[in-house]
């Protein structure tokens, strides 16, 4: 039997700690709006269509920030680097904070992107969707760039954590992801694979 949406028996808490055993990466979101730098960490950042170029993340009805940030005609996604720990605390922290002492540049078209993410994205807001306490917010790819960091951070369980580069062998996965092939190098190892087996 299904739950209906109003069965009250899940607590926020369980909830919390069910939601937080998804890992995940982390995104500064943020922009100069009328010549204020604004911006929040979001670890609800997801990619979602190639044609045409979606992101998404969401943020909650009650942020004070996004009013102002969904002002600006683009938005910086900036993927935070392993080292970017305090980073995140310190976007996640007071407003008036948030960018102090900072490596970031500001665009031409007013979107603010860390210098030393592992990935860049200039968006702008394509459309927002509401969702129970949140809203998600889908954006428009115009631009994407690389960073100077090279290895992601990982939120998982309201913590953070670093990936082993074990777990990112292309050979390990099935083939595709989201309808691209990851890395044909590893179908040609796994042919050379199964050569060698019926040998
Ligand atoms: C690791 C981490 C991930 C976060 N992810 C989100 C998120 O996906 N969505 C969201 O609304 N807030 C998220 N936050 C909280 C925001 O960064 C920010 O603190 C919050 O929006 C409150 O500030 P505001 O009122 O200025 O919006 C996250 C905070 C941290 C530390």
Request: aromatic share 6%.
């Amino acid at each position: 039997m299904t739950q209906s949406l109003s069965t009250p028996a899940l607590d926020p808490r369980t909830l919390r700690d069910a939601f937080g055993a998804f890992p995940s990466g982390v995104v500064a979101v943020a922009a100069s709006v009328k010549g204020q730098l604004t911006g929040i960490a979001a670890s609800s950042f997801t990619s979602v269509s190639i044609d045409p170029p979606l992101v998404s993340f969401s943020i909650a009805t009650t942020s004070s920030t996004w009013p102002l940030l969904r002002e600006a005609d683009h938005l910086g996604i900036s993927v935070l680097a392993d080292h970017h720990d305090a980073v995140c605390r310190q976007l996640a922290g007071p407003r008036e904070e948030r960018f102090a002492g900072l490596p970031f540049h500001v665009t031409g078209n007013g979107s603010v992107l860390l210098d030393e993410a592992v990935a860049t994205y200039d968006c702008s807001v394509h459309q927002e969707v509401v969702a129970g306490d949140h809203l998600i917010v889908l954006l428009e790819v115009h631009e994407v760039g690389g960073g100077d960091g090279e290895h992601p951070l990982v939120f998982h369980r309201s913590g953070f954590a670093k990936l082993h580069r074990d777990d990112l062998d292309p050979a390990r996965l099935d083939g595709r992801i989201n309808g691209a092939d990851v890395d044909s190098s590893a179908d040609q190892a796994r042919a050379t694979d199964k050569q060698e087996d019926a040998a």
